[in-house]
């Protein structure tokens, strides 16, 4: 039996003559795991849940649900609950009854609803609640309600379209890591929507990073966050220090008018490139033994790191998280490890991008 529970196959949708929503999408989806849509506004990501759900029809393409293509199946019919951004209760019932909702229109037995109730109510620590009004009813306990609507109907996959964005600061944080954990308990398949970086990194097993309609690059937050495959996945996954350079040779780069070494190889010489280095990854040091050395020209005190930007004799802007303090004006020095270059070629597709990785990981397994 395949791992795969959901598979796109060159989806596209378009709204009339409206410009391209989704452009030629395809990819899958495994049970059991945490899946995060990621992307700014209007990139698409919304309207894959959409099309998940079967609330809108793919313009082409084929949408398969386990093995089975579902494009023509109608939105009830379909093993998938959806919590949307406002939750969508209904507020003229109380929990029980708008937990309940989905079983009443099963016409199950009143028994059997109770005991899927409180299991659901059970699994998101609302037990006790069952009485109590949706008015009276917190942001975080909206969403658990929300959450345990969706769960009560057994599906093997739950769509989340940003329920965290109303929640503010610190119930957010904690309601990322009841999902998660909610998520490995249940054992099924989450799909969930955000433009938040943060909370993507935090709470995914992987990632789809979307831009204009299209998939830039997908894998685990461990993987997208260390080795980002163009500018636009480098500047949106966290913050990024990104400049042009020359691919000499293989492990060794040159830019800010110096040659480094660094991890990364199979380009051609003298190859056109653009560098990414993450600002947690530059060391200050004394300007004098300095890799790179710039001229602070502003430092904002952060809590658990100062945020310091500078700029080298090329112009070239730096940003770096550091906790030792440099004053606007400073001349301070960087160093950092090859490890901390990433490098980036033009143009890179993620199929040529994943060979190249492979490469590395061979290179390294023969003792290269």
């Not at 989704?22 to 899946?35: A, P, T």
């Not at 947690?280 to 890799?291: A, N, Q, V």
């Not at 710039?294 to 802007?317: A, K, P, W």
């Amino acid at each position: 039996m395949t791992n795969t529970i959901i598979q796109f196959n060159n989806v596209t949708k378009q709204y009339d003559n409206d410009p391209v929503v989704l452009d030629n999408v395809s990819f899958e989806i495994e049970r059991g795991k945490f899946y995060t849509l990621l992307g700014p506004s209007g990139c698409g990501k919304t309207t894959i849940l959409r099309l998940i759900a079967g609330f809108t029809e793919a313009s082409s393409g084929e949408i398969y649900f386990d093995n089975k293509k579902i494009n023509n199946i109608p939105a009830n019919k379909r093993q998938v609950n959806t919590v949307f951004q406002d939750y969508a209760l209904f507020p003229h019932l109380n929990v029980f009854e708008n937990v309940a909702f989905g079983l009443r229109i099963k016409k199950m037995k009143n028994t059997e609803v109770e005991a899927k109730v409180k299991e659901a109510l059970s699994f998101v620590n609302l037990l006790g609640y069952e009485q109590r009004e949706i008015k009276e009813m917190s942001g975080g306990q909206r969403q658990r309600v929300a959450i345990a609507r969706a769960i009560v109907n057994e599906p093997e996959v739950i769509l989340l379209d940003e329920p965290l964005s109303a929640l503010d600061l610190k119930l957010r944080y904690q309601m990322q890591g009841e999902l998660r954990d909610l998520q490995r308990r249940l054992g099924i398949t989450f799909i969930f929507v955000t433009h938040d970086q943060e909370e993507a990194l935090a709470m995914s097993d992987e990632i789809f990073v979307l831009n204009k309609g299209k998939i830039q690059q997908s894998g685990t937050p461990i993987d997208i966050y260390d080795e980002p495959i163009n500018r636009f996945v480098a500047d949106f996954i966290g913050e990024s220090n990104i400049v042009k350079g020359t691919m000499i040779e293989d492990f060794l780069v040159e830019f800010g008018g110096k040659r480094f070494e660094c991890v990364d190889q199979g380009m051609n010489p003298n190859e056109p490139i653009e560098i990414v280095i993450r600002p947690e990854d530059l060391e200050i040091t004394s300007f004098d033994s300095g890799m790179l050395k710039i001229e602070v020209t502003s430092q904002l005190f952060r809590g658990v790191h100062y945020e310091i930007t500078g700029v080298d004799h090329d112009g070239n802007e730096w940003l770096v998280h550091s906790t030792k303090k440099a004053e606007v004006g400073d001349k301070i020095g960087l160093h950092f490890s090859p490890e901390a270059i990433h490098v980036m070629r033009f143009n890179e597709t993620e199929e040529d991008f994943d060979r190249r990785l492979e490469s590395y990981a061979e290179g390294e397994a023969d003792g290269k």
